[in-house]
């Protein structure tokens, strides 16, 4: 997605809450995943990797910025270092619980997003979580659906992932070699 403001969601006075989340490769001048004005956001599980604003994905506001309002963020993973998101480069969240920063998402193939049927919402999409993942089960239940984006159950582990996607292959699930 592209835009001048919020490549992938742009958010403007009424509070809002996003969970489960997968905000990959927007573009935008300010705000490459989000923008929000004035209105108060809270994320919960949500990815932001690979955004960009005015073509860098190095910059503060790259995955998001607000004007206004306010951020409450619980359980994501954000690509940049937790010293990019504050009140002086226009993100400063509220509240900061249980964050991710500047860790790779390790998803399956972010080459082919949507996977080999180039359709959106499928089994083969790339943007799914690897199980060495750091976002495999580094979620919060509470206001999680029962199903990701492409039906597998959600807590299926006890603990939902952060994004889109649950992994259907948590480390815990893996045989040890003997």
Not at 104 to 116: C, H, I, K
């Amino acid at each position: 997605n592209t835009a001048t403001y919020g490549g992938g969601y742009y958010c403007h006075t009424t509070p809002t809450t996003l969970t489960n989340n997968t905000f990959y490769a927007n573009a935008a001048q300010t705000g490459g995943g989000l923008y929000t004005y004035v209105a108060p956001i809270t994320l919960n599980n949500s990815i932001f990797w690979s955004n960009t604003a005015t073509g860098d994905a190095g910059i503060a506001y790259a995955d998001m910025i607000r004007v206004g309002g306010s951020y409450t963020t619980n359980n994501n993973l954000f690509q940049l270092p937790e010293t990019s998101y504050n009140a002086a480069n226009g993100i400063g969240f509220s509240t900061n619980v249980a964050n991710l920063f500047a860790a790779d998402p390790l998803f399956v193939n972010s080459s082919d997003p949507d996977g080999a049927d180039n359709i959106w919402r499928t089994a083969d999409d790339g943007l799914q979580l690897r199980c060495a993942s750091p976002a495999v089960a580094a979620g919060t239940n509470t206001g999680t659906t029962a199903t990701d984006i492409v039906g597998n159950p959600r807590t299926r582990f006890g603990t939902a992932d952060i994004g889109a996607y649950e992994s259907m292959m948590h480390t815990a699930t893996l045989p040890v070699a003997s």
